[in-house]
């Protein structure tokens, strides 16, 4: 008899499911690290590139995070650190 092969664990659509909030801790294992990451993706960039980066940052993560109401607590969140 053989054995049945591993399957994948079941992934949940986008707004289906649980409904998530938004990681307000970091979950980095080195926060500092991730930090220098973002920082040194800037370097030598003027400031319209700059901008640019970060606005194509914020869209690709955007889709990563996937679900609106997390995403609405993260901009609310952003817009009271002014």
Do not use: K, W
């Amino acid at each position: 008899m053989t054995e049945p092969e591993p399957t994948e664990p079941e992934q949940t659509e986008p707004g289906q499911g649980e409904p998530r909030c938004l990681a307000r801790e970091s979950r980095f294992a080195d926060p500092d690290a991730a930090y220098r990451l973002l920082a040194e993706a800037h370097r030598d960039l003027d400031e319209a590139h700059s901008a640019a980066l970060n606005a194509r940052l914020v869209l690709i993560l955007a889709n990563q995070i996937g679900e609106l109401e997390v995403l609405r607590e993260a901009v609310a969140l952003a817009r009271q650190a002014r």
